[in-house]
């Protein structure tokens, strides 16, 4: 027990007078730091000039990390007869319609991504004061409402990151493992902030990105140059 708290103490040493690190130097410092007995999420939040209690300050989209998450995503969908058959052949991994419903609705929650035919919305609807909460709706805007719910699936399960401002405008998502190679969290990171960038509403002013960090799940944060992070 005191090697780990002595590792924690030597990491969080090695932060200290450090900060707006280039991509590259911010992820060797945090991969390199990572002291929990798991392989940590390398986990990115972005401070916004926006305020999405105002429609049109809103930051929400959807983007693909080049390298993938790294992480095992449990899929739901809701569909029924052909479209359930193929979202179970395209590797979902719980399909159904009132059954799932009900399922949701006793507080059993198991999956990371909810997708949902046209059709079926009428009835996801009932759940939103649910999913809404915990960013599980299915919104058309990010592809999670769709005929198409193959690549709907093959998607979510290949590295398709969804991301949406909180109230205080924050952006915040996994981008990798800090097994990773530092090039591929680097890549991860700089396809990650493109999209957020190319996300920037209509009502937002001024500085719109305005810090960009980076941490382990356990680990603490460092900030990354916002020059370097939006460089392609």
Same mark, same amino acid.
């Given at each position: 027990?005191?090697?780990?708290?002595?590792?924690?103490?030597?990491?969080?040493?090695?932060?200290? #007078?450090?900060? $707006? !690190?280039?991509?590259?130097?911010? &992820?060797?410092? =945090?991969?390199?730091?990572?002291? @929990?007995?798991?392989?940590?999420?390398?986990?990115?939040?972005?401070?916004?000039?926006?305020?999405?209690?105002?429609?049109?300050?809103?930051?929400?989209?959807?983007?693909?990390?080049?390298?993938?998450?790294?992480?095992?995503?449990?899929?739901?969908?809701?569909?029924?007869?052909?479209?359930?058959?193929?979202?179970?052949?395209?590797?979902?991994?719980?399909?159904?319609?009132?059954?799932?419903?009900?399922?949701?609705?006793?507080?059993?929650?198991?999956?990371?991504?909810?997708?949902?035919?046209?059709?079926?919305?009428?009835?996801?609807?009932?759940?939103?004061?649910?999913? #809404?909460?915990? $960013? !599980?709706?299915?919104?058309?805007? &990010?592809?999670? =409402?769709?005929?198409?719910?193959? @690549?709907?699936?093959?998607?979510?399960?290949?590295?398709?990151?969804?991301?949406?401002?909180?109230?205080?405008?924050?952006?915040?998502?996994?981008?990798?493992?800090?097994?990773?190679?530092?090039?591929?969290?680097?890549?991860?990171?700089?396809?990650?902030?493109?999209?957020?960038?190319?996300?920037?509403?209509?009502?937002?002013?001024?500085?719109?990105?305005?810090?960009?960090?980076?941490?382990?799940?356990?680990?603490?944060?460092?900030?990354?140059?916002?020059?370097?992070?939006?460089?392609?």
């Amino acid at each position: 027990m005191a090697k780990i708290a002595k590792k924690k103490a030597a990491g969080r040493a090695a932060f200290e #007078g450090k900060s $707006n !690190l280039t991509v590259e130097d911010a &992820v060797k410092l =945090v991969k390199g730091n990572a002291s @929990a007995r798991f392989d940590e999420t390398v986990e990115i939040a972005l401070n916004l000039g926006v305020d999405p209690r105002h429609a049109d300050q809103m930051v929400r989209g959807v983007v693909t990390l080049p390298a993938g998450t790294g992480k095992d995503v449990r899929v739901a969908v809701f569909a029924r007869g052909p479209k359930a058959d193929e979202a179970t052949a395209a590797g979902a991994d719980i399909v159904g319609a009132e059954d799932l419903m009900e399922t949701i609705q006793s507080g059993k929650i198991e999956f990371d991504r909810c997708i949902a035919t046209p059709d079926m919305m009428p009835l996801v609807g009932r759940l939103g004061k649910i999913l #809404g909460p915990r $960013n !599980l709706m299915p919104n058309p805007k &990010v592809g999670t =409402v769709t005929m198409d719910v193959t @690549a709907a699936v093959n998607n979510a399960k290949g590295g398709e990151v969804q991301f949406k401002a909180e109230k205080a405008g924050v952006v915040h998502a996994g981008i990798g493992k800090v097994s990773f190679d530092e090039d591929k969290l680097a890549q991860n990171l700089r396809a990650f902030v493109d999209a957020v960038q190319k996300a920037k509403p209509s009502g937002a002013k001024g500085t719109y990105m305005k810090k960009v960090s980076i941490s382990s799940t356990m680990g603490p944060g460092v900030s990354v140059d916002v020059v370097s992070a939006t460089a392609n």
